[in-house]
């Protein structure tokens, strides 16, 4: 999707978005574990899902909503 948008735009390839998303999931991994953990332990496994699915439902709604469908490929 990042490609598409940079080649539709002219621009190059798009590194530094690239690099900032590589950031973020980095992050998120070490961060989110610990957190897991804490929910876990204070709250039970159950605390997880109290988390996630909500979090879950958002991405996809702002997926849906923000997010261009694809265009039908060029017959060969």
Do not use: C, H, K, Y
């Not at 973020?24 to 574990?33: D, N, P």
Request: aromatic share 8%; net charge positive.
């Amino acid at each position: 999707m990042v490609r598409r948008r940079a080649d539709e735009a002219g621009l190059g390839a798009p590194t530094r978005v690239l690099g900032w998303f590589t950031i973020a999931s980095q992050v998120l991994v070490v961060v989110g574990l610990p957190i897991g953990g804490l929910l876990t332990s204070t709250f039970g496994w159950r605390s997880l899902f109290a988390v996630n699915v909500p979090l879950a439902l958002i991405a996809l709604l702002a997926a849906v909503r923000w997010i261009e469908p694809d265009r039908p490929a060029p017959r060969r």
